[in-house]
Nanobody, 116 residues
Framework: QVQLVESGGGLVQPGGSLRLSCAAS????????MAWYRQSPGEQRESVAI???????YYAHSVKGRFAISADFARNAVYLQMNGLLPEDSAVYYC??????????WGQGTQVTVSA
């Protein structure tokens, strides 16, 4: 069974940077897009950034200009470069892989804490 494993989370000061990575433990065929979501305590999970297999990207308004998503579709890996981090960016970050046809996979999440 395919598993997605995130890494790169941690504690960082406001204004700092982190790079999240997500890789699949097995091969996933026909991937259409990959994405990052986040969820803070008491909040709904929200989409942060999405990248299609054609390179099109979408960013939530709150992170546009600070975060950058990239991916290696041959390796089913997706990355999130986060710069200019703010305390409100603190959350558990999840990656998600969408197959063409509707199936999708979630990672287990990695904690990002932005605090002085």
């Amino acid at each position: 069974q395919v598993q997605l494993v995130e890494s790169g989370g941690g504690l960082v000061q406001p204004g700092g940077s982190l790079r999240l990575s997500c890789a699949a433990s097995g091969s996933i065929a026909n991937v259409g897009s990959m994405a990052w979501y986040r969820q803070s305590p008491g909040e709904q999970r929200e989409s942060v950034a999405i990248i299609s297999n054609e390179g099109a990207t979408y960013y939530a308004h709150s992170v546009k200009g600070r975060f950058a998503i990239s991916a290696d579709f041959a390796r089913n890996a997706v990355y999130l470069q986060m710069n200019g981090l703010l305390p409100e960016d603190s959350a558990v970050y999840y990656c998600r892989v969408f197959k063409i046809g509707g199936a999708n996979y979630w990672g287990q999440g990695t904690q990002v804490t932005v605090s002085a």
